[in-house]
C-alpha cells in the first residue's frame, strides 16, 4: 500500500511527489503518457520559481532568458526592459521530465503510460485502479490537467464558460526578425477577451493567441493568428500548430474532499490574466504535501487561499478590467511605469494588489501611478520608448 499516488507528472503532480517523498512518505508517480511527453504552453515560467527551486533556469534547463516586454494597442507601442529576466521560456517536455527526475531521485515511485481509470474507498484506504493493476492509498492527489478523472470525486467538470483557449505556431526567425532577443511582444488589438503573442524562444519565435472561449473558438483563434502571421511578414497559413485549453482561476473552487486533493489545472488553478499555470501547479503540489504531511490532508483548500487565492483573484479582477472596458485600461497599460510594475510583479511572485490600485488609480483619477515606481524597488525599469510603432 502506497502512502499517497498522484496521478499526473506534469508540474503540480512532480512538485507533490517531490514534496510528500522527501516528507518520507511512500509516493507512486504515475501518467498515462511515455515520457518525455509535450504539452501545448507557451513555457513562461517565472524568475522567482526558479528561485524558489534552487534552480538555474538556464544551465539547468536551458531556458530562454526574456527581459523586455513590448505592448501594442490601437496604434500605440510601449516598451519596457528591466535589465534582468522576469521570466523564463522552458521547453516543456524538458522541464516536466526534470521536475520527475527531481521527485524520483527524492525517492517517488514513477510509472508513465499507466492510465488513471478510477478510485472507490476501501476501509480506511483509497483503491485505485490504472491500466498498470489496481493500487491501494491512503490519500489521492489529482494532478492530471484540466480534463482531470480524479476532480470527478471532488467537484463537477470544469464549465466551458470558465475556460480559455490557446493556440500558437513556431517559426524559424528569418531575414529581419521582427522582434528582437529576450523579448515578449503582446499584440492587445486581436481577440476580444484575449491577446496575441511573440516570444522570442532563441532558436524559434512562439507566435500565438489566447483567449476566453466565450469569445475564441478554434475557427476564430486561426483567423487572428493567420492576420498576425501575415502582419509579421510571415506566410499566413498556420501549418502544425499547437492548441490547447486552460482552466480561469479564483480562489473559491473546491480543491479537497476527504483523502482526495486537486493540484495544478486539475483545481482550475491559472492565472485568468496571462494565463500562467506552471506557477501555481508547482506551488498547489507542494502545498498539498505539506498539508497531508502536517494536517492529513485537511487544511489544502485554506492554505492555497492564504498563499495564491487574493493572486488568482485580483488576475481575474485584471481580465474582467481590461477586456471589458478596453479603451479605459488597456491604455493605461501602456503606461511604462505601470508596465514595469507589473513586471516586477510577475518577477518576485508578489500580490498583484498594488498594482491593481495603481492602474485603477490611473484609469479614474489620472494619477501617475507613485505606486508604480515605489514598488517597483529591485530593478529600476529603463522607458525605452512610447511610440507609434
Ligand atoms: C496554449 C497554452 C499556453 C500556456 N502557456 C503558459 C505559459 O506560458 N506559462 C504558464 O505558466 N502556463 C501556461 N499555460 C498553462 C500551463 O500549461 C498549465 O497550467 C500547467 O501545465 C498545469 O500543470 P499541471 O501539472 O496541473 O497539468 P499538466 O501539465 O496538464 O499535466 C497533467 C498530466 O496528467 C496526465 N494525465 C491526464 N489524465 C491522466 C490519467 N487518466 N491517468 C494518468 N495520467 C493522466 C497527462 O498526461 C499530463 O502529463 C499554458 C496553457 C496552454 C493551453
Not at 94 to 108: E, K, M, N
Not at 187 to 197: I, L, T, V
Not at 269 to 283: P, R
Request: charged share 20%; aromatic share 10%.
Amino acid at each position: 500500500m502506497y502512502d499517497a499516488i498522484v496521478v499526473g507528472a506534469g508540474p503540480s503532480g512532480s512538485s507533490a511527489a517531490y514534496h510528500l517523498s522527501r516528507g518520507g512518505l511512500k509516493t507512486l508517480l504515475i501518467d498515462k503518457a511515455k515520457f518525455p511527453r509535450r504539452k501545448a504552453c507557451a513555457g513562461a515560467v517565472p524568475e522567482w520559481v526558479f528561485r524558489q527551486l534552487g534552480l538555474s533556469p538556464i544551465s539547468d534547463i536551458g531556458s530562454v532568458p526574456i527581459q523586455r516586454m513590448r505592448l501594442f494597442y490601437n496604434g500605440r507601442k510601449c516598451e519596457v526592459d528591466l535589465g534582468c529576466p522576469y521570466v523564463h521560456i522552458v521547453d516543456r517536455a524538458r522541464w516536466d521530465a526534470f521536475l520527475v527526475g527531481r521527485a524520483q531521485r527524492a525517492g517517488a515511485h514513477f510509472v508513465d503510460r499507466c492510465w488513471f481509470l478510477r478510485a472507490w474507498p476501501r476501509g480506511d484506504a483509497i483503491g485505485v485502479a490504472t491500466s498498470a493493476g489496481d493500487f491501494a492509498c491512503r490519500y489521492l492527489i489529482g494532478a492530471d490537467g484540466l480534463r482531470s478523472t480524479v476532480r470527478t470525486m471532488v467537484a463537477a467538470p470544469h464549465r466551458k464558460r470558465l475556460l480559455a483557449l490557446g493556440m500558437y505556431v513556431y517559426r524559424r526567425p528569418s531575414g529581419a526578425c521582427p522582434i528582437p532577443e529576450g523579448t515578449i511582444d503582446i499584440h492587445f488589438d486581436g481577440p476580444r477577451f484575449g491577446y496575441c503573442w511573440v516570444f522570442h524562444r532563441g532558436d524559434s519565435l512562439s507566435i500565438g493567441v489566447a483567449g476566453s472561449c466565450l469569445a475564441l473558438d478554434t475557427r476564430r483563434a486561426k483567423a487572428v493568428l493567420g492576420g498576425l502571421l501575415t502582419e509579421l511578414g510571415s506566410a499566413p497559413a498556420l501549418g502544425a500548430f499547437h492548441l490547447g485549453f486552460l482552466p480561469i482561476g479564483h480562489s473559491f473552487r473546491r480543491l479537497a474532499r476527504r483523502r482526495v486533493l486537486l493540484v495544478g489545472d486539475a483545481g482550475g488553478l491559472v492565472d485568468a490574466y496571462a494565463g500562467e499555470g506552471i506557477s501555481y501547479a508547482i506551488e498547489s503540489g507542494r502545498i498539498a504535501a505539506e498539508a497531508v504531511l502536517r494536517h492529513g490532508g485537511r487544511s489544502y483548500a485554506k492554505l492555497c487561499r492564504r498563499a495564491f487565492g487574493g493572486r488568482l483573484n485580483c488576475c481575474l479582477a485584471l481580465a474582467l478590467a481590461v477586456h471589458s472596458l478596453p479603451s479605459v485600461f488597456k491604455r493605461q497599460l501602456l503606461k511604462p511605469s505601470l508596465l514595469a510594475l507589473y513586471l516586477n510583479t510577475v518577477r518576485d511572485g508578489r500580490s498583484y494588489g498594488p498594482f491593481l490600485a495603481a492602474l485603477f488609480r490611473a484609469a479614474f483619477l489620472g494619477a501617475v501611478a507613485p505606486e508604480a515606481t515605489r514598488q517597483a524597488p529591485l530593478h529600476e525599469a529603463t522607458h525605452l520608448g512610447d511610440q507609434q510603432p
